[in-house]
């Protein structure tokens, strides 16, 4: 054992002597295997353009890369952390990390402990063909315009409460940054970005997670052909401006596929919210995780098989004071309730959305009048049992997916129990016969016969 590691530490000193850490017009490849005597030593007295190979097998971390160079590994090649701090930190611009396995960051939220850290000095950083895993946060983006993550796969901490894990990748006033066609599970959102400007987040899948996507104060960015699945909500976008929010799917989210707050002057389209009944193990999962959290059993849930009797989703969309956003062509099938429309969401154009078996297509408490229609065209409901005498598309009456009765409901749900009673249907009927009595809400003006073609996540058919 001696002998090999005086042996390493002679070829490092050798590879020293002969002028790799000098400036070079080539860039050069070094190979190295575990038994290198120190890495970062080799790391750090790189040239810039160098990639640095390492061969199959374990190696120590922390690590700091202070060169524009490429540290990328063989099949197997693993590098493990302390325990404390971040595995492999990236200051230089342009640097490449690849093909590693990285594991064993610290657990200090404070000091953002991650398999990857890229600062903000490493501009145009490539984070590609990693797998991370047993790291509090994946990567992390601090600052650093222009860095792409792509092709990486991310497993988060699994047995931790939910506030003592990070995430799969946070973005923190990154412009430009790119987060392209990773594999997220586990840990607390997939992707958190925070005071942040023109990133792109596409083609990435999320599972077991609280939220996919979760997007704060980040403005002018583009949220698109991802899939969400099995997480408690899909796509959680909050105070921000300009997004483009297009052929994205939750599939089966537990309480919201897509939640806006505040989210303003956006084009959100042909994005798929599918409902469905809930696994009971996903259920018993977050009751687990509440108790563990201090919420008592009685208040975590209720019995696994009423839950298991949930429509799906409790909300396919929840809107809540957003404003002047193209909201188009996108389709909420099997939740609780479509859309939830609230607190003076105003100037938003609403057409060719279809709402497909929800037990609720929209709720409204408002009393303002909405027109869901623009331009002849509105929206399809599966539950809009309307005519099209002159075969144009365009159901011949009005829909309104609400009365009177649903407001008492929501506001005093003890009422359910007159539901079926002669004086409801009585004033279901009256409402119907005059709309005049309508007390405002949501009116679709010219529904649609037959629901759009729904794309899925690479934008073709399914």
Same mark, same amino acid.
């Given at each position: 054992m001696h002998c090999s590691r005086r042996m390493a530490e002679f070829a490092l000193a050798a590879l020293l002597a002969a002028g790799f850490g000098a400036s070079t017009a080539s860039a050069r490849q070094l190979s190295l295997t575990p038994d290198v005597g120190n890495l970062q030593a080799v790391l750090g007295?790189?040239?810039?353009?160098?990639?640095?190979?390492?061969?199959?097998?374990?190696?120590r971390?922390?690590? $700091?890369?202070? /060169?524009?160079?490429?540290?990328?590994?063989?099949?197997?090649?693993?590098?493990?952390? #302390?325990?404390?701090?971040?595995?492999?930190?990236?200051?230089?611009?342009?640097v490449v990390v690849r093909g590693l396995e990285v594991r064993g960051s610290g657990r200090s939220l404070e000091t953002m402990d991650s398999g990857i850290f890229v600062e903000q000095s490493a501009r145009g950083a490539l984070?590609? @063909? =990693? $797998?991370?895993?047993?790291?509090?946060?994946?990567?992390?983006? $601090?600052?650093?315009?222009?860095?792409?993550?792509?092709? =990486?796969?991310?497993?988060?901490?699994?047995?931790?409460?939910?506030?003592?894990?990070?995430?799969?990748?946070?973005v923190w006033n990154a412009p430009g940054a790119k987060v392209l066609d990773n594999d997220f599970r586990y840990g607390r959102d997939g992707i958190f970005a925070i005071t942040? /400007?023109? =990133?792109?987040?596409?083609?990435?899948?999320?599972?077991?997670?609280?939220?996919? *996507? $979760?997007?704060?104060?980040?403005?002018?960015?583009?949220?698109?052909? =991802?899939v969400s699945k099995g997480n408690i909500i899909g796509y959680a976008l909050m105070f921000s401006k300009r997004l483009v929010v297009r052929g994205n799917v939750s599939d089966r989210d537990r309480d919201r596929g897509i939640l806006f707050n505040s989210t303003n002057s956006s084009e959100i389209s042909d994005n798929a919210v599918i409902g469905g009944p809930q696994p009971a193990e996903r259920w018993a999962t977050? @009751?687990? /995780?509440?108790?563990?959290?201090?919420?008592? &059993?009685?208040?975590?849930?209720? #019995?696994?098989a009423a839950r298991d009797q949930r429509i799906g989703p409790e909300k396919c969309a929840f809107i809540y004071n957003t404003n002047k956003n193209r909201i188009e062509r996108n389709w909420f099938e099997g939740c609780e309730i479509g859309v939830h429309f609230t607190a003076g969401s105003e100037g938003n154009d609403i057409t060719g959305n279809a709402f497909v078996n929800n037990a609720n297509q929209v709720k409204y408490v408002g009393t303002r009048h909405l027109d869901w229609s623009r331009d002849g065209r509105g929206n399809?409901?599966?539950?809009?049992?309307?005519?099209?005498?002159? !075969?144009?598309?365009? %159901? @011949?009456?009005?829909?309104?997916?609400? @009365?009177?009765?649903?407001?008492?409901?929501w506001t005093a749900p003890a009422a359910k129990v007159l539901?079926?009673?002669? %004086?409801?249907?009585?004033?279901?009927?009256?409402?119907? &016969?005059?709309?005049?009595?309508?007390? !405002?809400?949501? *009116?679709?003006?010219h529904p649609l016969m037959a629901p759009p073609a729904r794309r899925n996540p690479a934008g073709g058919e399914p």
């Open positions: 007295s790189a040239s810039d353009g160098d990639e640095v190979r390492l061969a199959a097998g374990k190696y971390g922390p690590l $700091h890369i202070v /060169r524009r160079i490429t540290l990328s590994g063989a099949a197997g090649a693993v590098v493990t952390g #302390s325990g404390t701090g971040s595995v492999i930190t990236v200051s230089a611009p342009d984070i590609e @063909d =990693n $797998h991370l895993e047993d790291n509090l946060f994946g990567m992390y983006f $601090h600052g650093a315009p222009d860095a792409v993550a792509r092709h =990486n796969t991310v497993v988060g901490l699994r047995q931790a409460r939910n506030s003592e894990t990070g995430n799969g990748i946070t942040s /400007r023109n =990133n792109v987040f596409s083609g990435n899948h999320f599972q077991d997670l609280r939220f996919a *996507v $979760h997007y704060m104060y980040a403005n002018d960015g583009e949220i698109t052909n =991802n977050s @009751d687990n /995780r509440a108790v563990e959290e201090g919420v008592p &059993q009685s208040e975590a849930s209720s #019995s696994l399809y409901w599966s539950d809009n049992p309307a005519f099209d005498l002159n !075969g144009d598309g365009i %159901a @011949d009456t009005a829909y309104r997916p609400n @009365d009177l009765i649903d407001r008492v409901l539901i079926n009673s002669p %004086a409801v249907q009585v004033i279901r009927w009256a409402q119907a &016969q005059f709309p005049a009595l309508l007390p !405002g809400g949501v *009116v679709d003006s």
